[in-house]
């Protein structure tokens, strides 16, 4: 598997597929939802979804090969890769960004078929990659990513992140107990409730959440499907086109909009047409704090608890926790704090020298005008008046800011990049604003980054790769599940129905075969109703006479009586095998 293009500390997300692993009731999960998918959305998807499929590789007859996705989809300007059930927001919008679909390779099990919480193979191959033959749907993804990759995730955030991956694979993993899962369900309310403010990358999701998750498109009094929630979801994408669903118009509102990944949503948002996407991400963007810039960016990069970047206008970017911006008498930035381990760079890559092993444990900088020149940025001058306020090599300067802020030391190094100073190293060296030490000679060496305003705020270091591993960028796996000797012994009866349906088996000795697989399979999986459904479907194809598709049509009866939800499921199939 080529992932030799992706960023070192992307490729960690990447897995191999291992198609082998699929077992034939996985490979009977995915045929019938297919086969309700495709029934059902040829009318009520998007046009582009039927011919998507096509033209994405993906069959109803067995779960894809991520590879041969991926191959179809270079044509549309994008790449598919495996990866294990959640990754963390900011690896998933950067894949995206590089127009890469990450596709969870697990597969929901027959107890969750219509609906999982989970992100697995059936909503990111069938559900996403269709639609990714749009060009105007696809680009809107591209600019998605892009601006996502900016947003400020705050550490609330990631906790919730990590509470709602733990009870999606618990609950997906057929081995958990009921105690697992209360008690990653309790966890998971606690985190919610803890839950103090709503970041940009929270006000994002729910952006993708209301257009590529479970966006309509078209009129409101009848719109169609494109979100990938709906297009893989038997259940939702019937409910959805309901009058029980509130449809809205889709404006940046949408981003006040919560939701519940675990319940049907009450309201779904409605766009005209793919265009409208991407203005309402740019009114989005327009409130973002990498585009602000100034104190509001600030302020959210404090407020989330994160790693941050913060870039001033000579283009010096200072990454890190960013932990106080203190403002002069006119509400201006004036010396901005960071805690903990802190990086400098200069177009997205670290300046020598200055990697997060140095300024380890925090950096602090004044932003603004110098009294000298109060209208030009300190970043712009020329040799010849940095000579004038003694920044010399060797010699003791005094900087004064018009914020108030005083800088005094030993000149030792001025950093140039493209004809602009972004760093002045000092020794011996004190800062102050207004009797408050900002910076003591006994902490050491002081390096200033050189700037008059502070341009863009976004989440994340701007050296990524430079910076190493923090929290956001964890990559875990689903757990494997493990079988039971009578798990074992379903896979070899729905094995059994694969290998006739595929010699293509028919007749009398079609009748004989599924007679032998059905008595065994009922006496031991009395509850199974999509293996009979499976055998009833190639009856009626193969042998519309034989005695068994009574007797398979009366347990199906009794079956039904069960649930409403096993009603449904069991009606919908018999609907598409020709016994309704």
């Known amino acids: 598997m080529e992932t030799d293009f992706l960023p070192p500390h992307l490729r960690k997300y990447v897995v191999e597929q291992h198609y082998d692993k699929y077992t034939p009731v996985d490979q009977a999960v995915w045929r019938y939802i297919l086969r309700q998918l495709k029934a059902f959305l040829s009318k009520h998807a998007h046009e582009c979804y039927v011919d998507g499929l096509e033209k994405t590789g993906i069959n109803i007859e067995r779960i894809p090969r991520i590879e041969e996705v991926s191959a179809k989809l270079k044509e549309f300007g994008w790449k598919a890769l495996p990866v ?182 009450p309201q779904l948002f409605v766009t005209p047409d793919f265009k409208t996407l991407s203005k309402v991400l740019e009114d989005m963007a327009d409130q973002m704090a990498f585009r602000l810039g100034g104190l509001a960016g600030l302020n959210k990069a404090i407020e989330a608890h994160s790693v941050n970047t913060a870039e001033l206008n000579s283009g010096i970017q200072i990454s890190g926790q960013i932990v106080e911006a203190i403002t002069d008498s006119q509400g201006q930035v004036a010396y901005l704090r960071l805690s903990g381990p802190t990086q400098l760079c200069y177009m997205d890559q670290e300046l020598a020298g200055h990697d997060k092993k140095y300024h380890a444990h925090g950096f602090g900088t004044p932003v603004g005008f110098l009294k000298a020149h109060p209208t030009k940025c300190p970043s712009t001058f020329t040799d010849e008046e940095w000579s004038a306020l003694q920044v010399e090599s060797g010699k003791t300067t005094r900087l004064e800011f018009t914020s108030g802020v005083v800088v005094t030391g030993v000149v030792q190094y001025r950093l140039i990049k493209n004809s602009k100073t972004i760093t002045l190293t000092l020794e011996n060296a004190k800062a102050e604003l207004n009797g408050r030490v900002l910076f003591a000679p006994e902490w050491g060496t002081y390096d200033m980054a050189i700037g008059s305003s502070v341009t863009s705020v976004f989440g994340g270091p701007a050296d990524r790769e430079a910076y190493g591993e923090i929290v956001d960028f964890i990559a875990k796996r689903v757990p494997v599940p493990s079988y039971s000797e009578q798990e074992l012994l379903r896979h070899r009866h729905y094995g059994a129905i694969r290998k006739l349906r595929e010699e293509k088996v028919q007749g009398e000795k079609l009748t004989e075969e599924l007679s032998k697989i059905l008595q065994s399979h009922r006496s031991i999986f009395a509850d199974d109703w999509l293996l009979p459904l499976e055998a009833l479907e190639l009856l009626h194809a193969r042998d519309s006479h034989s005695f068994l598709k009574k007797q398979i049509e009366e347990d199906l009866a009794l079956l039904a009586k069960k649930d409403e939800k096993t009603q449904g499921l069991i009606n919908d199939g018999l609907a598409l095998a020709g016994a309704l």
């Open 84 to 265: 294990s059930g959640f990754i963390p927001p900011a690896a998933f919008m950067e894949l995206q960004s590089l127009g890469v679909l990450p596709i969870a390779s697990d597969m929901r099990t027959l107890d969750h078929l219509l609906y999982t919480p989970a992100p697995d193979i059936v909503h990111e191959a069938a559900g996403h990659a269709p639609i990714l033959i749009h060009p105007e749907f696809s680009e809107y993804l591209r600019q998605y990513a892009q601006v996502a990759k900016k947003a400020i995730i705050s550490k609330e955030d990631l906790d919730l992140y990590e509470a709602i991956r733990d009870l999606s694979d618990i609950k997906e993993n057929p081995v958990s107990t009921p105690e697992q899962i209360k008690a990653a369900e309790e966890h998971l309310e606690i985190v919610s409730k803890n839950m103090s403010h709503v970041s940009e990358a929270s006000e994002l999701s729910r952006m993708n959440w209301w257009t590529a998750e479970y966006g309509l498109i078209g009129s409101l009094e009848n719109p169609k499907i494109f979100g990938a929630g709906l297009l893989s979801s038997v259940g939702e994408s019937k409910w959805c086109l309901s009058q029980k669903v509130k449809k809205i118009p889709l404006t940046v509102d949408c981003i006040k909009q919560t939701y519940d990944i675990t319940e049907p949503q």
